[in-house]
C-alpha cells in the first residue's frame, strides 16, 4: 500500500482542505507513472522546461520567481509555547499569534489550484533512527523534489500506519511575495507551516524544517543529534572504512567533501558517501554513535561545480536531475558559472533573459541548485540506506575563515570539542538571504537549524557525550585560510583527502601531533603535503596558531555566549576561560 490509511491523515488532510479551498486532491504515491504525469503537466504549465533528452535525460530546468531564491532566515519562527525555550537564535512567535496571522495567509490559498499530500519517510525504511512525515502543498515542484529528496509511497505509507505518528507540514506558494512569506514551525506539536515561497529550504519540509529544525527539538527529548552534517567513509589503502560526519554552513563544501575523488597520488584512499548536509545520529549499545542520512536525494549548490572540483557530482546530476536557476545553453543543458566548458554564445540566465555581452552578467543565480537521486552518486556507500547507520569515529567542524583557524586540529576532549563547534564562526555565503562574506559565530553549522535555545542546545551535546563510552573524537578544519595577499593557501577539493587521512591516523592512534593553546595541530614536519605543488611556507602558513589572532577570537565568541545567560553550560564558560589562560 503506497498511501497511508491512518485517520489521522485523512482527518487532517480534510481539515486542510475547509481551510485552502483546493479545486482537487491528489494523494502521491510516489511512483513512475505519477512522477511521469505531474511531469508532463509542469512542462506545458511552464513551471518546468526539458532539458536535451540526449545529454540530460529526464532532467528539467525550473526558474523560480527572481525574489524566492533563496532561505529567508528573517522569516523563518519557531513558535512553541515559551519564548526562552526558542532561544536568542530563533525568531519567536506565540502558536496562537502565529495561528492567527498565518492561518489568515492559508484561507482559500488553494483555490484554483491541486492539494498534493505527500507522504514520506526520513531515513532507511525499518531503521529505528527513522521518522515520518506528510507534506501537503500546492506546488508540484515540490512534490517532484519531495520524490527526490526523501522516500515517498510504500514505506512511508507503512511507517505512517504502523505508529500514526508523523511530522504535519502545510505548505502554500501563496502569492509569493516576501511580504507575506512565513516559515513557521511549531516543534511541540510536529507541525510546520510554510507559505510565500516556493524556495527549497523554505518549501521541502523534510529537509531543514523537518529533519533539522524539529527533528533537533525531537532529538533533545528522546537523546539524540540532529545537525548540520555530512557523512562519509574514508578507505584506507587496507581496505578499512572509517566513518565521520562534518558540518560545514550552507555553501562551504559539505557535498564536495562528502563526495570527494582522491587525486592520483592519493590512490589508495577512497571516500564513500552517505550524505551530503544531514546526520540523524545516535548513541548505540555499543557505546559508539551511529549515523544515518535521513535523505535520499542532493538538492546541492551548482556554481563551482566541475569535473575538477566534484566529479561525482557531475556524474551524479547526467540525468533524473531537476535544476533551478541555472543558465540554459542553446542545445537545451543547464549551465552555470565555473562549470568545465565556457558558456555557449546564445546561453539565456536564469531568468530566461539573454545574457548581454558585457562579461559581468552572470548566468546562474549564485544559488543555483541541483536536485539529484542519492542513487545515481559514483562513491555511494553500500551503507547509505543500511537501518543501523553507521558509527562515527570522527566529527569535523568547519567554517570559512581567512585567517584564524589552521587547516585542522584536534580537539582535546568531548567537551573541547563541543566548545571548539559552539564557537565555530563562518564568513556568510548565498545560500540565505543577507550580506554575503560577513564572519558570523554559526555554531555547529546550526544557527540557522537548530529549533530550540542554542545555550540548551550546548548542553545537550555534552551529556550525549557523556553517554558514550566510545565517542567520535572531534577535529576543526579550515581549507579557506589565506595569505597576506588574500590568496588561498591550500588547494582544497580532492587535495582534502590528506587533511582526512591525517585525521584517520589520530583516530587509529598513529599520526603525530603538536600540543598548542587550541589542541593538537600536525607537526609541519610530518604533515605529508609531497606532490601539492604550494607555496614556499605554505605549510606552516596553514598550521600556525597565532596567539595574538585568537586572542582577538575570544571576545567575539564571549559576546556571542553572553546572549544565553544562563543557559549556556558552566562547561563550556571554563573551556573559554581554560583556552583564554592556555593563549595568555
Ligand atoms: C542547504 C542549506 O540548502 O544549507 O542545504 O542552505
Ligand atoms: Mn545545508
Known amino acids: 500500500m503506497s498511501i497511508p490509511k491512518h485517520p489521522a491523515v485523512s482527518e487532517w488532510v480534510s481539515e486542510v482542505e475547509r481551510l485552502t479551498e483546493p479545486s482537487s486532491v491528489h494523494w502521491c504515491d510516489g511512483s513512475d507513472a505519477e512522477s511521469e504525469k505531474l511531469t508532463s503537466q509542469m512542462v506545458d504549465a511552464g513551471t518546468l522546461i526539458k532539458l536535451n533528452p540526449k545529454k540530460y535525460p529526464s532532467s528539467y530546468l525550473h526558474r523560480s520567481s527572481p525574489t524566492d531564491v533563496s532561505r529567508t532566515e528573517h522569516l523563518t519562527f519557531v513558535c512553541c509555547a515559551n519564548k526562552e525555550d526558542a532561544g536568542p537564535n530563533n525568531n519567536w512567535m506565540s502558536p496562537a499569534e502565529a495561528k492567527e496571522k498565518v492561518g489568515r495567509l492559508f484561507r482559500g490559498a488553494m483555490r484554483g489550484r491541486t492539494l498534493y499530500v505527500i507522504p514520506y519517510l526520513m531515513g532507511p525504511a525499518g531503521s529505528p533512527h527513522s521518522k515520518a512525515?506528510?507534506?501537503?502543498?500546492?506546488?508540484?515542484?515540490?512534490?517532484?523534489?519531495?520524490?527526490?529528496?526523501?522516500?515517498?509511497?510504500?514505506?512511508a505509507a507503512e511507517a505512517i500506519d504502523a505508529g500514526g505518528s508523523f511530522c504535519r507540514g502545510l505548505h502554500s506558494l501563496g502569492d509569493l511575495s516576501p511580504d507575506r512569506r512565513y516559515i513557521l514551525h511549531f516543534p511541540e506539536e510536529e507541525t510546520i507551516w510554510s507559505v510565500g515561497s516556493g524556495y527549497g529550504g523554505n518549501a521541502l519540509l523534510g529537509k531543514k524544517c523537518f529533519a533539522l529544525r524539529i527533528a533537533s527539538w525531537l532529538a533533545r527529548q528522546e537523546g539524540w543529534l540532529a545537525e548540520h552534517m555530512?557523512?562519509?567513509?574514508?578507505?584506507?589503502?587496507?581496505g578499512e572504512v572509517t566513518y565521520m560526519a562534518a558540518a560545514f554552513p550552507s555553501a562551504c563544501g559539505k557535498t564536495n567533501l562528502a563526495m570527494l575523488a582522491p587525486p592520483l597520488e592519493s590512490r589508495g584512499y577512497k571516500v564513500w558517501t552517505v550524505g551530503d548536509d544531514i546526520a540523524w545520529m545516535r548513541p548505540g549499545p555499543d557505546g559508539r554513535l551511529w549515523a544515518v542520512n535521513p535523505e535520499s536525494g542532493f538538492f546541492g549548490v551548482a556554481p563551482g561545480t566541475n569535473l575538477k572540483t566534484n566529479p561525482n557530482a557531475m556524474r551524479t546530476v547526467q540525468k533524473n536531475s531537476i535544476f533551478t536557476n541555472v543558465g540554459l545553453t542553446p542545445d537545451g543543458c543547464p549551465w552555470w558559472e565555473g562549470m568545465d566548458d565556457p558558456m555557449p554564445a546564445g546561453t539565456l540566465d536564469w531568468q530566461g533573459r539573454t545574457i548581454s555581452g558585457n562579461g559581468d552578467a552572470q548566468a546562474a543565480h549564485p544559488n543555483a541548485r541541483y536536485t539529484a537521486p542519492i542513487r545515481q552518486c559514483p562513491s555511494l556507500s553500500p551503507r547509505w540506506d543500511d537501518p543501523q547507520g553507521v558509527p562515527i569515529s570522527a566529527i569535523l567542524f568547519g567554517g570559512r575563515r581567512a585567517r584564524v583557524a589552521p587547516l585542522v586540529y584536534q580537539s582535546r576532549s568531548w567537551p573541547h570539542g563541543v566548545?571548539?563547534?559552539?564557537s565555530m564562526a563562518s564568513e556568510t555565503t548565498a545560500a540565505a538571504t543577507g550580506k554575503v562574506g560577513v564572519t558570523r559565530v554559526d555554531p555547529m553549522a546550526m544557527l540557522p537549524f537548530c529549533g530550540y535555545n542554542m545555550g540548551d542546545y550546548f548542553a545537550h551535546w555534552l551529556s550525549v557525550g557523556a553517554r558514550l563510552s566510545n565517542p567520535p573524537k572531534i577535529f576543526h578544519v579550515n581549507w579557506f585560510r589565506r595569505d597576506s595577499d588574500g590568496n588561498f593557501?591550500?588547494?582544497?577539493?580532492?587535495?582534502?583527502?590528506?587533511?582526512?587521512?591525517?585525521?584517520?591516523?589520530?583516530?587509529?592512534?598513529?599520526?603525530?601531533?603538536?600540543?598548542?593553546?587550541?589542541?593538537?595541530?600536525?607537526?609541519?614536519?610530518?604533515?605529508?603535503?609531497d606532490g601539492l605543488d604550494l607555496s614556499p611556507?605554505?605549510?606552516?602558513?596553514?598550521?600556525?596558531?597565532?596567539?595574538?589572532?585568537?586572542?582577538?577570537?575570544?571576545?567575539?565568541?564571549?559576546?556571542?555566549?553572553?546572549?544565553?545567560?544562563?543557559?549556556?553550560?558552566?562547561?563550556?564558560?571554563?573551556e573559554h576561560r581554560a583556552l583564554a589562560s592556555r593563549l595568555a
Do not use: H
Not at 555530512?230 to 587496507?238: A, K, T, V, Y
Not at 566548545?419 to 559552539?422: F, L, R, T
Open 133 to 155: 512525515g506528510v507534506e501537503i502543498t500546492d506546488s508540484p515542484y515540490v512534490v517532484a523534489n519531495m520524490r527526490i529528496m526523501t522516500r515517498m509511497g510504500r514505506a
Open 230 to 238: 555530512l557523512i562519509l567513509g574514508l578507505e584506507d589503502p587496507s
Open 419 to 422: 566548545y571548539v563547534g559552539a
Open 489 to 529: 593557501l591550500w588547494p582544497g577539493f580532492g587535495k582534502n583527502v590528506r587533511v582526512l587521512s591525517w585525521i584517520l591516523g589520530r583516530v587509529k592512534g598513529k599520526a603525530k601531533a603538536c600540543e598548542t593553546p587550541i589542541g593538537w595541530v600536525p607537526d609541519p614536519k610530518d604533515f605529508n603535503a
Open 537 to 574: 611556507g605554505a605549510v606552516d602558513a596553514l598550521l600556525a596558531v597565532r596567539r595574538n589572532e585568537w586572542s582577538a577570537d575570544l571576545p567575539i565568541q564571549e559576546e556571542f555566549f553572553k546572549k544565553f545567560g544562563d543557559r549556556f553550560p558552566a562547561d563550556l564558560r571554563d
